[in-house]
């Protein structure tokens, strides 16, 4: 599986973006997706997950009620949409694809992933 992300770039405080993952294959609705993202200095960090069937997803504590995660098993494609973005929420992002079990907490994505994607830069200006 090949993770294309896209959708990034430079927004003022309290402004949004979506970005989108498109994955390559037959078989993007057998994996579970998710967001990362890395921040200059900082170590990768969970973001989102959403299972295959879109039923579940689980969100970090920093942007619960901000993010909204997403997909379209026919498009092979999840998105993540952000809204009410603040200074800390600049990073570049990941999406991520983990065959396996979903878990409640990060979508069992903290168990290790298996497809990463290019990322994409989020630069969010005061």
């Known amino acids: 599986v090949q993770l294309q992300a896209s959708g990034g770039g430079l927004v003022q405080a309290g402004g949004s973006l979506r970005l989108s993952c498109a994955a390559s294959?037959?078989?993007?609705?057998?994996?579970?997706m998710g967001w990362f993202r890395q921040a200059p200095g900082k170590e990768r960090e969970f973001v989102a997950a959403?299972?295959?069937?879109?039923?579940?997803?689980d969100y970090a504590d920093s942007v619960k009620g901000r993010f909204t995660i997403s997909r379209d098993n026919a498009k092979n494609t999840v998105y993540l949409q952000m809204n009410s973005l603040k200074l800390e929420d600049t990073a570049v992002y990941y999406c991520?694809?983990?065959?396996?079990?979903?878990?409640?907490?990060?979508?069992?994505?903290?168990?290790?992933?298996?497809?990463w994607g290019k990322g994409t830069q989020v630069t969010v200006s005061s």
């Open positions: 991520a694809a983990r065959r396996g079990s979903w878990y409640d907490t990060k979508g069992g994505l903290n168990y290790g992933v298996d497809y």
């Open positions: 294959g037959r078989t993007f609705s057998t994996y579970i």
């Open positions: 959403i299972s295959r069937s879109a039923r579940s997803t």
